[in-house]
């Protein structure tokens, strides 16, 4: 009878098992415009919420799970990014923006506390602790670069009503911090093979970081199907990167770009002033041959652990390219093509590796890449180290959809905004609409060295319409020991975040962010030479002073017939002796020049 139980709680736990795949990931290739490369690796892991709260940790590392725990910290969102995204030639944001974070270092997350001051220290806590563990200097999130959003961000887990009543969310940026290697080991750590195997094993540090654009994301929050009564932690790692074909195929012993020969240039033979002499190059995303190896500098090694509801292995790799373009890949994979579906995956095998080539094509065609719902760019205006302004441009390229959003700016304590020259202009419409522009504004203003500047606002911009967003602030002066040691290179802003809203309330949809580029800010910088002028000069009268006084007072003095060994007589008669040899020699030459 024991066993027949045993054998039937062994069978639920196999269902339960299968019922649920605890690690899935996926890489998704899409070539861009001017010979780019789209690279999106997914990587999802989840745990049954009881097992997290037992510390019961599987494919969830502990030393994650651990420190979330400690901080009660129920949602975390983590971003390392750099470079810019550039949506007039690329189009949409991969993930509708959501993993993509601002320059920097970003971090937001739910935190579970009674009161304001209990959920900072819990923050400052998490923040502490994922500093140590990624390498960053997240523990520079202090009060001055935290905020407290009220509409940008809403929670993607599951919470029950009794919880969030007790949630507080936390925001902070780390717009100044330099994305590297260091940052990228511990991310792989986290992943069950390490980036030994899997599509992880083509994340190297050199072709990340010689990326054109590039963020990494972590996001961890609780789910709770519909189908299922049980809970689940979900944690999802991303990395995105568009890496420049022909950069990315140079060799590492010769990688200085030489020009073309005049035999290898594909032109476009179809120009009128096309001739022997004069030639009008294709787009090279369609003209160029590339290789997973030549790309990312090795193929992948074998499969990790990727199964579906029912044990199967998943597909690892897709990549959307038309349907009649031809793809090589090595022996052991499997590929599941549909003319309906646009990406083509493929499954890898667990023990060998597998490669994928795009050959050269001579079809032209293209996957359309969905254009922007909104473009934003953000920059400084005025002139002089008192005053300054922010120009904020919004362009909504629909001609019979308005657009609605929130705009979300933080500031630094330093940098004083008026609240009075805030102004959303019309430049440019077609329609004659007068409607507001701003239709609400949260704001929250900055203390000296305490917090900063919190400025959020509810925003519509009409069809076919450019939106001009400016105000004024006020450069503050800072002490002298608060200046970093590139003092003359500035301070950095952090990017504005918007969030897009839903034009339609029936059906919620998948919030979709836009952040524009970080700013840089001179301040009034004092000239640090001369109090290095000053404590060189001071401390060399100091030495002097001291040297003399302390000469005197611990120097003996005694007589010259008191050394024992000593003969006056015979030092008189050197000295006679020198100056007599320098008298003749004076002399000497005296005569000689008569």
Known sequence: MRRFYSFLLYLLLVAFAVANPEYDERLSLEPLPQG??????????????QSFEQQHFKYIPRSLGQILQHAKTKELHLRFSSGRWDAESWGARPWGGSKEGGTG??????????????????????????SGLFCASLNFID?????????????????????????????????????????????????PC????????????????????????????????????RCIVEMEQTVDMVLDIERSKRPHDNPIPRPVPTEDLICDTTKSYSSSDTCYP???????????????????????????????????VCINVPYEHQIDTSQGSIEHKDSSKKPRCYILSSSEPFEMTLPQQDSQAVVPRPAPRLYASRSFT?????????????????????????????????????????????????????????TSIYYRPALDRQRGTQLESVMSVPPASTVRLTYDFEKAILRYTEYPPD????????????????????????????????????????????????????????????????????????????????????????????????????????????
């Open 105 to 130: 270092v970003e971090l937001w997350a739910w935190v579970e506390a009674d009161t304001d001051e209990e959920a900072f220290a819990r923050w400052i806590t998490l923040n502490h602790a994922l």
């Open 36 to 49: 780019s490369l789209l690279a999106s690796f997914n990587f999802k892991s989840n745990t049954s919420l």
């Open 282 to 316: 294709l787009d090279a995303s369609t003209t160029q041959s590339w290789s997973l190896s030549e790309i990312f500098g090795r193929s992948i090694t074998g499969s990790c652990l990727a199964t579906d509801i029912n044990g199967d292995s998943t597909e690892s």
């Open 194 to 229: 390490k980036g030994k195997a899997g599509i992880s094993s083509l994340l190297d540090g050199h072709k990340l970081f010689d990326a054109s654009w590039q963020t990494m994301s972590i996001d961890v929050r609780p789910v709770c199907p519909r189908e299922s009564s």
């Open 487 to 594: 003092a003359n290179r500035g301070f950095d802003v952090a990017p504005a975040v918007i969030r897009l809203l839903s034009n339609s309330s029936d059906a919620p949809s998948k919030a979709v962010y836009i952040r524009t580029t970080s700013l840089l800010l001179s301040l009034p910088t004092p000239d640090f030479s001369m109090p290095y002028n000053v404590i060189i000069l001071t401390s060399t009268v100091m030495a002097l002073a001291f040297g003399s006084i302390y000469n005197l007072l611990v120097r003996r003095f005694v007589g010259a017939d008191e050394v024992e060994g000593f003969d006056l007589a015979k030092l008189k008669a050197r000295v006679k002796g020198r100056l007599s040899v320098l008298r003749d020699r004076i002399f000497d030459r005296g005569k000689k020049t008569q």
């Open 143 to 191: 009060s001055t670069r935290t905020t407290r959003p009220s509409m940008t961000f809403e929670p993607l887990g599951d919470h029950s009503n009794s919880s969030r009543s007790n949630l507080h969310l936390l925001h902070g940026t780390l717009p100044r911090e330099v994305v590297c290697t260091e940052n990228l080991t511990p991310f792989l750590k986290l992943l």
């Open 382 to 438: 005025g002139h002089g180290q008192e005053r300054g302004g922010v120009q904020t441009l919004l362009t909504n390229p629909s001609r019979d959809t308005a657009i609605s959003f929130v705009y979300f700016e933080t500031l630094p304590w330093f940098m004083k905004p008026y609240l009075h020259t805030l102004k959303a202009q019309l430049l440019y419409s077609l329609s004659a609409s007068e409607e507001d522009i701003i």
